[in-house]
């Protein structure tokens, strides 16, 4: 039997078009734009000026408090420019601009570093490698990941639980790169145990992926405590309580942590990142992209540094296709849209998804027809139908109370959605205004 | 780039299900049952489903059109399956008017002045049936008796349901014994070949017809499910107990409106409830009032008014029977 989550879950095409393509290296773009908040809490601070002089790791922007991380300079070059610049978002964010110095090698070569299995920090020094080398959730949510490691005194965590499930249809980010580098992987759990001194693991991927299973079933044969789960295909398999209740039958407690049951949860690529912040000095300056789309000429997974724009990936995949419609950063169930191909790769993008006109246009919307689909699909227990209700008339209050924080925004319910009616867009206008709502009451 | 670009939040995919093929659906499922109609009914079974689609349709466009001044969607298949379902809940030899009739209050009254489609709160086919029940209750229980391949409508003999005998048999102290040679086999009444309303009489057809609509999943399992097996534990009990007054849980499944009610009516996704806990209560109340009705209430057959109180009791059901929230009651163990 697969593991897997009780309620609720859908199943979309899988459409997995890059999952045997492996990870090409990008060309060194010819400049970066860094935003200074590409993760979640405070943005960090700028500490470069125009027309400095950067090295390729340079600190450019300092952590701005606890919750914020480090962004570090991805290649070596000269600021040009300290500038507001449109990112994923759609809104205009300060960015370092930087080009790359073409004469400088250090930018172009290959690194490609031996396996090294030997863990010579102590636990604190690990987590605060983590911390200094701008870490953060590389599954999307960008949480600077030292922030979860230093876990508060009489919390008890018992097991680390490795995300590898990849549930967005379409990319293959996550699933390309445990193909290639699964024991160094391996190499960035037992880091994580070491440093939280626990002795269980477990590295969940959804049964879509088998090659990936086997290969980390092979290589923890001979690890003790960790385990590899090979988890039922179901979207959002991958949402974070969701893979603990699957993996461990424990369920998180509303709007509390997977802390809460002793759970500590890292994405593959953040493990991976973490690896070689600790055993190499590495700080977090590429990652894994997957570009895809039907129409696209020659899909792919890529090396990418931080700050590369958009359109530089798709150029490489053969250049936008006729009557496209809409690019997605991210996957197609929770990506943001974007307006532009200006838009930097920042530390969050898991994939770049370029829809055609048939695939981007949403249906119309009819009247709902009571069918209960997205009551079914909606893997938190929420009653979407009635939470947009709420929405629309404006019953915050009422919506609070039937748990509208609760959700997890998967899209489930949108998806399901017979009539096409724009079920999350209102609950999350519905969240946003409950949010005001409380913090006009304190 | 020349086009523009479509900005708009996730999911960025839809499936391919829409409220326009789930009613097809409906429509494909119901045809089993009107092909043994046809068979069993003759022509009598085509014009009262013909008239009954027709007035619906026709009825919904002229509302839609002159009436609201709004969008007129009766394309949308929803009083198309109206139409066909009382057609399917009226006797075959019906007056042409009286359909009419019906599907005036089916269209205009249940579901039109709710707000149409999604907003009725009544089963629209089933306010139309116990409009007409109750207005002319004569002709609406006049059942052509099944003749195989019957063709004139004017000279077909009529005779009463296997429910209306039992109930008239025992009302005059007849033992089950003695009124089991007076209804059909059970045979003929799993086939079709009985007494009754144009779409209810073959378990057969409807049976197929369930089965599709559970594989497309318009339906799920709980409320046909649960209806019949509480009807028949129900009814199984008093036939236990005094097998000479109570009919068997199977001639109560097999006969009157039980199937089509459980797959079809009740099933309507408008006016059933939207939770799965929620839909089995639903069940478990149309097929307790449905008994109760049948064995003691001055009618032979309940299924329309049980599922016309259980619809009004949906609001209520959906308010106390919500999914359990993630993460509400924490069981897990923290090692």
């Not at chain 1, 400049?31 to 908040?37: E, G, K, L, S, T």
């Not at chain 1, 789309?293 to 540094?305: I, Q, R, S, T, Y």
């Amino acid at each position: 039997m697969l593991k897997t989550f009780p309620k609720g879950g859908i199943h979309p095409p899988e459409n997995k078009i890059t999952s045997s393509k492996g990870i090409k290296r990008m060309p060194v773009p010819k400049a970066v734009n860094i935003p200074i908040a590409q993760h979640i809490g405070i943005p960090a601070e700028i500490v470069v000026d125009r027309k400095d002089k950067v090295e390729i790791g340079q600190i450019i922007a300092k952590s701005g408090g606890f919750i914020s991380s480090n962004i570090h300079a991805p290649v070596a070059g000269t600021v040009t420019k300290i500038d507001k610049i449109i990112d994923s978002s759609g809104y205009k964010k300060q960015c370092i601009v930087i080009r790359t110095d073409a004469k400088n090698e250090t930018n172009f070569a290959e690194i490609d570093y031996p396996l090294k299995t030997k863990i010579q920090l102590e636990p604190k020094e690990i987590i605060q490698r983590i911390s200094d080398f701008g870490i953060v959730g590389l599954g999307g949510a960008t949480f600077p990941s030292h922030v979860k490691l230093n876990v508060k005194e009489g919390k008890k965590i018992d097991c680390l639980i490795i995300n590898g499930v990849e549930c967005e249809p379409y990319l293959t980010a996550d699933h390309s790169l445990m193909l290639e580098k699964a024991a160094e992987i391996v190499v960035g759990v037992k880091i994580l145990m070491f440093a939280l001194k626990i002795n269980n693991a477990v590295i969940g991927i959804e049964n879509n992926k088998k090659d990936a299973i086997n290969l980390f079933k092979n290589i923890v044969k001979t690890e003790v405590g960790i385990e590899v789960a090979a988890l039922k295909v179901k979207y959002p398999q991958g949402g974070e309580k969701q893979l603990v209740k699957s993996i461990l039958k424990r369920e998180v407690p509303k709007n509390g942590l997977p802390l809460d049951v002793g759970v500590i949860v890292h994405n593959v690529g953040t493990i991976f990142a973490v690896y070689e912040a600790v055993q190499y000095g590495k700080p977090l300056i590429e990652r894994v992209v997957t570009v895809t789309g039907k129409k696209l000429e020659n899909p792919a997974n890529f090396w990418v540094k931080i700050g590369t724009p958009i359109k530089d990936l798709i150029a490489e995949v053969g250049g936008l296709p006729e009557g496209t419609r809409k690019l997605v950063n991210g996957g197609p169930m929770m990506g943001k849209a974007i307006k532009n191909t200006d838009v930097p790769v920042t530390k969050g993008t898991s994939g770049i998804f370029v829809i055609s006109e048939e695939e981007a246009s949403r249906g119309e919307t009819k009247n709902c027809i009571r069918c209960g689909e997205c009551v079914f699909v909606c893997p938190m227990g929420l009653e979407p139908h009635l939470l947009m209700n709420l929405a629309e008339k404006g019953c915050y209050e009422r919506a609070s109370s039937e748990d509208i924080m609760t959700c997890i925004e998967c899209g489930s319910c949108s998806y399901v959605c017979p009539s096409h009616r724009p079920l999350l867009d209102y609950i999350r206008f519905g969240k946003i205004m409950v949010k005001k709502l409380e913090t006009s009451k304190n | 780039m020349s086009q523009p670009i479509i900005i708009s939040a996730s999911p960025h995919v839809h499936s391919d299900r829409t409220s326009k093929k789930l009613m097809y659906d409906v429509v494909i499922a119901l045809i089993p049952a009107f092909l043994v109609s046809l068979y069993v009914f003759g022509i009598g079974a085509l014009i009262v489903t013909a008239v009954a689609v027709i007035s619906c349709l026709l009825f919904e466009y002229l509302i839609q059109k002159f009436l609201l001044k709004s969008e007129v969607t009766i394309g949308d298949g929803s009083a198309l399956i109206t139409g066909v379902l009382l057609a399917f809940n009226l006797p075959s030899g019906i007056p042409v008017w009286m359909i009419v009739v019906g599907s005036l209050v089916a269209i205009g009254v249940a579901k039109m002045s709710f707000g149409g489609l999604g907003f009725n709160i009544f089963n629209p086919a089933l306010v139309g049936r116990v409009f007409l029940l109750i207005s002319f209750p004569v002709q609406m229980t006049m059942w052509p008796t099944a003749v195989e391949n019957q063709t004139e409508i004017a000279d077909a003999v009529t005779g009463a349901t296997p429910l209306g005998i039992i109930k008239e048999g025992l009302m005059f102290g007849e033992t089950m014994a003695e009124i089991s040679s007076k209804i059909p086999s059970l045979t003929d009444m799993f086939m079709g070949i009985t007494g009754g309303s144009l779409g209810e009489v073959s378990a057969f057809a409807l049976l197929i017809g369930g089965v599709y609509l559970l594989i497309k999943k318009v339906i799920t399992w709980h409320i046909p499910v649960t209806m019949l097996v509480t009807m028949a534990v129900m009814t199984g009990i008093f036939w236990v107990v005094d097998s000479e007054s109570y009919a068997s849980p199977l001639i109560h499944i097999l006969s009157g409106g039980a199937l089509l009610g459980a797959f079809f009516m009740a099933t309507d996704l408008v006016t059933s409830p939207m939770t799965k806990k929620g839909m089995v209560v639903f069940a478990m109340g149309i097929a307790v009032i449905t008994v109760v009705i049948r064995l003691f209430g001055a009618y032979p057959e309940g299924v329309s008014f049980a599922i016309l109180i259980m619809n009004a009791l949906v609001p209520l059901i959906n308010t106390y029977f919500k999914p359990r929230r993630f993460g509400s009651k924490i069981k897990s163990k923290i090692v």
